[in-house]
Structures are given as structure tokens and as C-alpha cells.
């Protein structure tokens, strides 16, 4: 009988719980107690309690941690095979043989000095969404990961929802990509709104790609309006305002013709996450058994040299190139 992959799972928020049911066994009346809203994204109102998003079998959550002791006894009770609480984050990388950094609402300024341990060991590590707060954090991932041979993934749960390859198929059709547009909402929580900018950043990567030269932020906030240009010359504006409700990406053709073809998203919300949390357990498991990373590094850390330089340029009020924030 092949032996379970034993796992420690950090932090416990709203994308714990999003992430648990398809990694591990849930008593699903207990996960609908505390966790009310993502049981509902997960399940059909005809079998609430069955997951519906693929598992990713094989796991077995042995440890869970969080700042407050309190949440981690209250994640455990969710478990069909309750794991231990670990109080002290340090003490995760011990007989365990994945990592996973759950974090919906902190802007990743705690990434390295949680993931460092667990790199320097060896351990295959999923980090959440930000990567990190600084790209000098984000580098130092990167380069532990090569020092140590050890693989490293993050990702955030909107860039993998299926939407986003529903529209690049479509590039084609519509002669390619003269311009895009992506909206949403900022979620707003901590002073920088690195958690919240990384989702519309990240979508805009899901969908145009990589190869961010520069960008022009003003308004409210990092992200509120901003420009972000490609390489290529093709820009993309992203507004992310409260009130907003989910995310949506159009997309302007390049066929010549006076009124350009168009495509567009629907929304996506909390629906579409469910999909993305099931993609990233499965490539999160395969990085585990092949040691090979399911993204490039280099896309993990533009994404964080984005949100950086959309930060400066809100502080100055100019535009930002992003090698003033990364140089590669």
C-alpha cells in the first residue's frame, strides 16, 4: 500500500478552507458549520455532502498551525482524522513531506520566514497567494529553492480558474490581442493590498502573459486604475474597486477591421475558485512526486515585482519600469 503524503498546513482563514476539501476527508456537517459560505461553493444543493471539484487523493494533513492556537483546535475538528495543532510555525518541518501556506487576507510579508525552514529541509512547499510582499522576498524563495533543490509553487486561486484559457484559445479568432481590460475588487485589508491587488495582477498574467515593462498607477489605492504595459506594446488597464463583484477580463482584437472583435469574460467569483483550488491540489501533488515546479519561477516573482512597482508608482505619481523593482 503506497504511504499517504504526509502534510502541514499553516494559517487558517477563508483559503484553508477552500484548499482543505480537496486535499483531505472532511466531516462535512462541521465544515458547514464553520465554514459556511465555501461548503456551499464546494457542494450541490442535492448532495451537501459530497465534494463536487476533483480530489486530490493521497494526503494526509498531520499538522496545522496558526498565529492563534484557538483557530488551529477549531480547523482540526473540521478533519475526519483530526491532525495535530501545532502551536510554534517553527515546529511544522518535522516528520511532514509537503508544506502548504494558506493566506487569504495577509499580504505575504511572513512568506519567507515561514517557507524558509521548510525550503532549507527539503520540503515541497505550496505558498499561497501573494507569493510575497517585496520582490527582494520573493527572489530569496527562488533562490533557496535552487540552493536547496527543493520545489516551490504559489498561486493564486482566480489565475487558475478556467476562464482565463477560455479566452487566450480565442486570441485567434480575433486577429490577437491589440488591448484588455480587467476589473474587480481590491479586498482590502492590509496597509500595502498586496492580498487583494495580486488577484487582478495575477489575472492579468493568466490572461496577456508575461513580459510587464512598466506601470502608471493613481486613484485610491495600488491597483485602483492602473496601466500596465507589455513589452509587446500592448497595454492593459486594471481597475479594482470596492464594490465590484467578482472579476471580469475583455479583450480588444487586432484585425484591422474599424470596429476591432472583442471578447469577454463572465464573472468570475466564488463559484469558479472551487474549480482553481481542485487544479492547484492536483499540480501542487504532482510537484510533490516529479520535484519539478508547475510554474516558472520568473512568473511567480513578476507578479510580485508588478504589484511592487504599482505601489511605487502610486507613492510618486509616475510611471514605474519594473526593472527599478527587479533587476534580473
Known amino acids: 500500500m503506497t504511504r499517504k503524503i504526509r502534510l502541514a498546513m499553516f494559517r487558517v482563514d477563508s483559503h484553508l478552507y477552500h484548499y482543505l476539501p480537496v486535499l483531505t476527508q472532511l466531516d462535512m456537517m462541521r465544515w458547514h458549520e464553520i465554514a459556511p ?9 442535492y448532495r451537501p455532502l459530497e465534494v463536487v471539484p476533483k480530489i486530490a487523493t493521497g494526503f494526509e494533513v ?7 492556537p484557538d483557530c488551529a483546535e477549531k480547523a482540526a475538528s473540521v478533519f475526519v482524522n483530526r491532525p495535530e495543532v501545532v ?3 517553527g515546529n511544522l518541518a518535522h516528520d511532514i513531506d509537503a508544506a502548504f501556506i494558506a493566506n487569504c487576507g495577509g499580504d505575504g ?11 532549507r529541509k527539503g520540503i515541497p512547499t505550496f505558498i499561497d497567494k ?6 527582494e522576498d520573493a527572489v530569496e524563495m527562488v533562490r533557496l529553492a535552487r540552493r536547496y533543490q527543493t520545489p516551490i509553487y504559489s498561486s493564486s486561486l482566480l489565475s487558475i480558474t478556467e476562464q482565463p484559457e477560455i479566452l487566450r484559445r480565442q486570441f485567434q479568432r480575433i486577429g ?4 484588455g481590460v480587467v476589473t474587480g475588487s481590491p479586498g482590502w485589508r492590509t496597509e500595502s493590498g498586496q492580498e487583494g491587488v495580486i488577484h487582478g495582477v495575477s489575472l492579468v498574467q493568466a490572461v496577456f502573459g508575461c513580459g510587464v515593462v512598466s506601470v502608471y498607477c493613481h486613484g485610491d489605492h495600488p491597483g485602483h486604475y492602473a496601466a500596465i504595459v507589455f513589452e509587446s506594446g500592448l497595454q492593459v488597464s486594471m481597475h479594482l474597486a470596492p464594490g465590484i463583484r467578482g472579476y ?4 480588444f482584437g487586432n484585425n484591422g477591421d474599424p470596429n476591432p472583435r472583442y471578447l469577454a469574460s463572465g464573472i468570475i467569483g466564488n463559484v469558479d475558485f472551487s474549480v482553481g483550488a481542485s487544479v492547484i491540489a492536483h499540480r501542487f501533488k504532482r510537484m510533490i512526486q516529479t520535484g519539478k515546479p508547475p510554474r516558472d519561477y520568473e512568473e511567480m516573482i513578476e507578479n510580485i515585482a508588478v504589484c511592487e512597482a504599482l505601489r511605487k508608482s502610486k ?6 519600469k519594473i526593472h527599478e523593482i527587479w533587476k534580473q
Do not use: M
Open 109 to 119: 510579508s511572513d512568506h519567507l520566514k515561514l517557507s524558509e525552514p521548510l525550503i
Open 37 to 45: 459560505e465555501c461548503h456551499y461553493w464546494f457542494t450541490d444543493c
Open 248 to 251: 471580469t477580463v475583455e479583450v
Open 176 to 179: 490577437g490581442v491589440s488591448a
Open 315 to 320: 507613492k510618486l505619481d509616475r510611471k514605474v
Open 130 to 135: 501573494p507569493f510575497a510582499l517585496s520582490t
Open 87 to 89: 502551536e510554534n510555525p
Open 62 to 68: 498531520t499538522k496545522i498551525c496558526d498565529y492563534n
